[in-house]
Structures are given as C-alpha cells and as structure tokens.
C-alpha cells in the first residue's frame, strides 16, 4: 500500500492485489480523510509506467465527478511528477553493503550481494546476466559494487517524504 498526498485534502491510497491471471492496482480517492471515489486498473504482466500507480492515479483522477476542475489540474500536474518511490534501492542497497562487513571472503561477500539484490529486486525487474555465475570473483565485485552504488546514489538524491 502506498498513500500519495496530492493537497492538503486530497490525498489517494493505492494498494496491488493478485489475481488469477495477473494482478491490479487500486486508488482510493480521500478527500478530506473521507473515501470518496475508487478506480482500478488490470494488468497480465508488468506495466509501463514511471512510477508503481501512475496509470491508476490518473484513471481515478479522470473519471472523478467530485473533484473541481482546478483540483483536477493540481492532481495531474502532481501524477505527471516523478513519485517514484526510492527508499527500497536505499534499504536493499545498505543490506547487500553488510556483505564487505560479514563475509572473510571475495566470494563470500559477492554471494551475499548477489543474494540480497536478486531477494530485494528479482520480481521488480531486476535481471542479473546469464553469464553472471561465469565470472571470476573480482569482476563479480566491480559489477555488483557499481549496482550499489548507484542504488545508493538513486536512494538519497531521490529521497522524498510524502
């Protein structure tokens, strides 16, 4: 679930749900803490959007009889935004760093890396190489300490508090 505060009244909770072939995405209109209206969107695979709700937003936004034309405006202007939110890249990439700190050895600490990254991001589209596991153990680190560390940069210069 994730709560986008739009206004100082208006604000829209989104949640994801599985279903049998896919899942969706659902946007709560609130309007000064009262639920208003609701809109869904129904997806077989992965969407194509710049942020997790984007399409969601934006339909419940468009079909809205109870917002005013100008709390329209505001909303859009704001859905157009990038809302992307960054603190998984920041919490995945702090975990997988402990590796230089638990494990004595390079492959050890590339493993734990590794693992960390595929458990934070595997279903959120990361796709670590086929040949990945071919590797020697110092060009598995130049590659996995580069991912970090543009997790790390992507988590705090993106930071945004709703």
């Known amino acids: 679930m994730r709560i986008f ?3 100082k009244d208006i604000e829209v909770v989104c949640e994801s749900q599985r279903t049998r072939n896919g899942f969706r995405h659902l946007a709560t209109l609130m309007k000064n803490g009262r639920e208003q209206e609701t809109a869904k969107c129904c997806y077989l ?12 937003l934006s339909k419940l936004v ?14 859009k202007a704001f859905i157009e935004g990038d809302q992307t939110d960054w603190s998984d890249f920041k919490m995945v990439s702090n ?15 590339n493993d734990w890396k590794a693992r960390m990254l595929k458990a934070g991001f595997e279903n959120k589209g990361l796709i670590m190489p086929d040949d990945f596991n071919t590797l020697n153990e110092d060009e598995k680190q130049i590659r996995l300490d580069n991912v970090i560390k543009l997790m790390v940069e992507s988590g705090s210069k993106n930071e945004k508090t709703l």
Request: glycine share 2%.
């Open 5 to 7: 505060k739009i206004t």
């Open 95 to 109: 975990i997988a760093q402990l590796g230089d700190l638990l494990c004595d050895n390079q492959k050890d600490k």
């Open 62 to 75: 468009d079909k809205s009889s109870l917002l005013s034309d100008e709390e329209k405006k505001i909303c």
């Open 45 to 56: 695979n992965r969407t194509w959007e710049r942020y997790e709700f984007q399409s969601v």
